[in-house]
């Protein structure tokens, strides 16, 4: 079983991941300032404002925590956007987490800018470069720069913000590429834990475009169309007031509607926990607004409340080890024991014998993808610690893995010898995926573990480690950056974090096959 070069070791050894650095002072220039809205900042502003002032829409009960808005030109959508933003005017959100859709490049999962701001006529917009970064640690984040030039999903929100909101908040804007059926639960389950209770999430996006100019007329034009338009619309937006992404994502597939951000709705829609409620709040079409009979498209604004943040929303997906038995954990812990052997004592036809039987009656939850450690201690004292945070082997063989390498591939400590097996205590740990939090301020130190990143610096703690050793938040930070060969006070500026849980189940050693060789 060889150690594969992605394993990370945990407890107190160091490891390091080299990440590439950012270039600093890069702003975009708003591309859309004169055509989709007035470049001159009294225009907008006064524009803006209009659309605000004229929405007279009644707020709902209980905290707003994410809203569905237009991106269109603010001549056609900016009634309509400003109808649902005029709900969180004067807020004091500390951040955004945008939602957009990629009309323009070719890309699969998320891609998020390489900038330190966005500039509108009304002023700059500041990335939170913290939880940016923390994205950027996820395989499904990539920075696609060829999709951000043309793009205007995204930036159409801004100044709607910007005049809406409280001056101070920063952004994380986040373009959303083709997905797979399995990334709108990764995607939602990476970007959760950045929704708390300061963060406004925003899925943007325009509703059904219809007619020869869209390549979409599934009927006809003519007497009553803008009626059939609704009706569509209508279907998704139903699927959408229930929560029901399945629902919501089938729905676009078999009506083929033009609906150009289904995908980040469809991310959104997977955050939400069983308190969230959608309400609708305004609804209008370019072909009712022109009289254009031939070529429409539909504007929607939705309001999303929660009593409790999204980021508090704890799903089974999200908590893989919350599904396991028992059993299910004696099962990995007797294969943990078997890496344990085989490093030991070599392999054997008992132990081969053992292997196959145990493999034979897996439940097929454990042969999913997992994170995963083995810990071995020698009467109460660390003796190895190996494995993996990201759920890159299926979980089986994760833990079959990590007992071998913890015996003889920790480089703190000699191979374990056969002498020593009979006192030896195995800790199977289980992880969740890890997520990004905004602030080290977030870790809840005892039941998290946490990844510390900085520059080409990495280090990990398991969530046990500082139950073990008694360490406040702050003594876990500190004890971690040094972990990472930075200064004792590394984690207070320019590090990101990831956090996770985990499953423990921890018992003695105890032979599963004779001991020979």
Known sequence: ???????????????LLATPALAADRVRESPLAGGWFPADPVQLQTQVDGFLDAAGVVAPTGPIRALIA??????YSGPTAGAVFSLVRGQGFKRVLILSPSHYGRFRGLAVPELDAYRTPLGDVPLDQAAVAALRTSPLVGAHPDAFPREHSMEIELPLLQRALDPGWTLVPVLVGDLGPDDYQRAADLLRPLADENTLVVASSDFTHYGSRFGYQPFPAGEGLQGRIRDLDDGAIAKILAKDADGFLAYQKDTGITICGFRPIGILLRMLGTGA???????????????????SVSYLGLVVTDPQPIAATVTPEAQPGASLTDQDLRLLHRLAT???????????????????????????????????????KRHGDLRGCIGFIEPRQPLYRAVLDNGDSAARRDPRFRPVAPAELKDLELEVSVLTPPQPIPSWEAFRVGEQGIVLSKGDRRAVFLPEVATEQGWTREETLTHLARKAGLPADGWRD???????TSTHYAAPYAATAATGP
């Open 1 to 15: 079983m060889d150690t594969k070069p992605w394993m990370l070791l945990a407890c107190l050894g160091s490891c």
């Open 494 to 500: 320019g590090a990101s974090f990831t956090v996770f």
């Open 70 to 75: 237009p991106h269109a030109g603010y001549a």
């Open 277 to 295: 409620q959608v309400q609708r709040v305004a609804y209008a079409t370019s072909g009712a607004l022109t009289g254009d009979k031939e070529n």
């Open 338 to 376: 078997l890496g344990l052997e085989t490093a030991v004592l070599g392999q054997s036809p008992e132990r081969e014998a053992a292997l196959a039987e145990t493999l034979a009656t897996l439940p097929e939850r454990l042969r999913e993808p997992a994170g995963a450690f083995v810990t071995l």
